[in-house]
């Protein structure tokens, strides 16, 4: 059986969802696990349904491989984990290819287009950094504003009324350490 799974990183990205189901389907797949969350999400519900679904034989099917894995070991993890259960995965767009883990040629592949990803992604973020520092540097950003220091004013008010730092976080809606470095 060839079971599909689907994920985009946030809920505004209906369309993408939608257009990787549409592909699962037509690639075959009678059983789909979808989700709406980032990849670096601790859990992620659905591939763990989706993995425990699989029996021997069964066949993975994703449209990349960044809607499955986090990072090239991640992959490999999950390849690996696969073929020890007797599961084969395919991804259906690599570059105008289609992957099959079944096959040792389409195993290497993944591997090399996976490091290729992941090394294009940390020079990405490294460009990032880089433009961030220079952006602080000419003055053009500050970041994040502070949310606690914004409070300051109600957090000294709520102290002056005797309620506790824990009573002042949850009223505020910040920490309670920022509660005890608003108030020193």
């Given amino acids: 059986?060839?079971?599909?799974?689907?994920?985009?990183?946030?809920?505004?990205?209906?369309?993408?969802?939608?257009?990787?189901?549409?592909?699962l389907r037509a690639?075959?797949?009678?059983?789909?696990?979808?989700?709406?969350?980032?990849?670096?999400?601790a859990e992620r519900p659905a591939l763990e349904q989706a993995l425990a679904f699989l029996r021997e034989t069964?066949?993975?099917?994703?449209?990349?491989?960044?809607?499955?894995?986090?990072?090239?070991?991640?992959?490999?993890s999950i390849v690996e984990s696969l073929k020890t259960r007797g599961i084969g995965l395919r991804i259906l767009s690599m570059g105008g290819a289609e992957l099959d883990?079944?096959?040792p040629t389409s195993t290497l592949m993944l591997t090399m287009l996976a490091a290729i990803g992941q090394f294009e992604r940390e020079l990405m973020l490294e460009?990032?950094?880089?433009?961030i520092q220079r952006?602080?540097?000419?003055?053009?950003?500050?970041?994040r504003a502070p949310t606690a220091r914004r409070k300051a004013g109600v957090v000294?008010?709520?102290?002056?009324?005797?309620?506790s730092a824990i009573e002042i976080?949850?009223?505020a809606g910040i920490s309670r350490a920022s509660v005890y470095r608003l108030l020193a």
């Fill in 156 to 163: 000294r008010k709520l102290k002056a009324d005797g309620l």
């Fill in 135 to 143: 952006a602080v540097e000419a003055g053009k950003y500050k970041g």
């Fill in 101 to 103: 883990t079944r096959s």
């Fill in 1 to 23: 059986m060839q079971v599909g799974y689907a994920r985009t990183s946030t809920v505004e990205q209906q369309a993408g969802l939608d257009a990787q189901e549409r592909d």
């Fill in 58 to 76: 069964d066949l993975l099917v994703v449209t990349k491989p960044d809607r499955l894995a986090r990072s090239t070991a991640d992959l490999l």
């Fill in 27 to 41: 690639a075959g797949c009678k059983k789909l696990f979808t989700e709406q969350l980032s990849s670096v999400a």
């Fill in 127 to 131: 460009r990032q950094r880089e433009g």
């Fill in 169 to 171: 976080a949850e009223r």
